[in-house]
């Protein structure tokens, strides 16, 4: 079933204890829908500058991702991010927001994007989340991803927002300041209460956990030894996870599970390399040969 996704699209710089990139390919709609593309067909609906190369927006077409919702803002320029990362390779300061041409973005959804059943809202301002969601047409499910910044700045629209979608994905910092709680176990449970019907908190190297009416679970994260760049862990995690419930057509308990564990599975390989780097070099049959030893690793 089609996946359409909301978000960023972005130049990021990205500094690791080792390596420094300049101005190469992120945003949390790019790893997203990179990511959800080893499942299911993805409609990416986002803004770009003029400085935006004809040569990224191949290589999302060559992924059979529908880029007809991508929009060059005339005279504009691409959203642009930098950030730092400590020597844990899990905690990075933001170094620099350059918001640009997502600044003023407010997407007008096609009918073809309204109607489609599986949406992610990924991370941008949760305005521009609220009024995406609104423009829907009897979606299937709807899930949101967030962050500190919105959590701070757009307080009551992030309230609203958890009120209206099926699931919520957040890190474990951003789970703990939304509901001023050290304990993450009883901030999923708060942010449930919130309103969505399912809550994953992301723990970097540490995993995700889920939380629904029905069950309360931690998946660890796939031990990989080559940490090169966290970036887009996370939105490549929810690529993997939507992906999967959308090719699988359903979300049920099961289905769900089975999700968050190719998310994990994606993730992993995406913080191999610097952008989506690693992804590129991957196949459907890699993430299953990782999805055995996973399942092998977790028996007992
Ligand atoms: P992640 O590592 O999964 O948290 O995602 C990092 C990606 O999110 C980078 O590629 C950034 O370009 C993008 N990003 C960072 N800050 C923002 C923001 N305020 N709004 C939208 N996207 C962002």
Known sequence: MSLLV???????????????????????????????????PVQLVAAVGEDWPAEHTKLLTDRGIDCSGLETVKGGKTFRWSGKYLPNMNDRETLEVHLNVL??????????????????LANGSTTTQLSVLRQMTG?????????DLWIRTQHDQVLELLKEIDGIVMNDSEAKLLCEDENLVRAGHKVLEMGPKFVVIK??????????????????????????????????????????????????PATLKKAMAYGTLVASFNVEAFSLDRM?????????????SYQRMLSF
């Open 6 to 40: 909301v978000g960023s699209v972005a130049f990021d710089s990205v500094e690791t204890p080792t390596e420094r990139h300049e101005n190469v390919l992120g945003g949390s709609a790019t790893f997203f829908s990179y990511a959800a593309s080893f499942f299911t």
């Open 103 to 120: 600044g003023g973005f407010d997407p007008k959804l096609t009918e073809a994007h309204r109607r489609s059943p599986f949406l992610f």
């Open 139 to 147: 979606a299937t499910l709807r899930v949101a991803d967030t962050m």
């Open 203 to 252: 723990k970097g190297e540490h995993g995700v956990m889920f939380f629904s009416k029905y069950e309360t679970y931690v998946l660890p994260a796939f031990p990989t030894p080559d940490v090169v760049d966290p970036t887009g862990a996370g939105d490549s995690f929810a690529g993997g996870m939507m992906g999967y419930l959308a090719e699988q057509g359903n979300f049920e």
């Open 280 to 292: 590129k070099q991957i196949t459907r049959a890699d993430l299953e040969r990782r999805m055995e």
